[in-house]
């Protein structure tokens, strides 16, 4: 996108200028267009044009700078999470499991910082108030609900029992593409497809 709007703009001075080389006067006095410490149209329209790119550029810059800013710190809070997990389960002996009255129907699955409906009480709320973690943790945009296309949250699923068991935190990441195939092989294979989820943690 940067490289077509520099084009352009270079296309459009480059055009100005010839149309200012072809057009000016050979009369010195029927072509002055500029008074004495003036300065002449195509001076100013080529002045605007670079302000204006140069703009363009150092707000693309900005923006993909506070993305990148948001991810590293949602990549930072999974492993805050999955460390919270493990203090848990060394307390309580379970992952924020069935019947532990967390997440979706009080069973420690599903959007990780809702609290209403269906869910009980929030994980992020239940670790918080376990002491394990000083406060709620949660995306960057303050976002707890998401899909491919519309908001950024984060999601915890277990699945198995006894030694075969596994748990995963998951994150929608702005940087990363949305993929069909983000979450295959997880305890959620349809987070991805469903709630845009295309980055995890394998927990345990």
């Not at 084009?7 to 072809?22: G, H, K, W």
């Not at 999470?81 to 389960?89: D, E, G, V």
């Not at 915890?156 to 748990?167: A, D, E, T």
């Amino acid at each position: 996108m940067q490289l077509i709007q520099t084009t352009l703009v270079r296309r459009q001075i480059f055009n100005l200028i010839n149309d200012e080389a072809m057009t000016t006067p050979t009369n010195k006095k029927q072509g002055k267009l500029k008074s004495e410490g003036g300065f002449t149209l195509i001076e100013i329209i080529v002045a605007v044009a670079i302000v204006g790119f140069l703009a363009s550029i150092i707000f693309a810059s900005t923006k993909e700078a506070r993305i990148r800013s948001r991810d590293a710190r949602r990549r930072e809070d999974l492993i805050q999470i999955r460390t919270a997990l493990n203090i848990y389960y060394d307390r309580f002996g379970n992952w924020i499991e069935t019947a532990s009255g967390c997440g979706w129907n009080g069973d420690g699955a599903g959007w990780f910082n809702v609290g209403t409906g269906s869910y009980p009480k929030a994980m992020s709320k239940c670790l918080s108030d376990a002491g394990i973690i000083p406060s709620e943790i949660k995306d960057p945009t303050g976002g707890t609900t998401s899909n491919p296309t519309a908001g950024y949250s984060y999601m915890k699923y277990h699945c198995g029992s006894g030694n075969q068991k596994q748990v995963y935190v998951f994150a929608k990441l702005e940087s990363l593409p949305q993929s069909a195939t983000a979450t295959d092989g997880t305890c959620c294979s349809t987070c991805d497809t469903s709630y845009g989820m295309n980055y995890f943690l394998k927990v345990q």
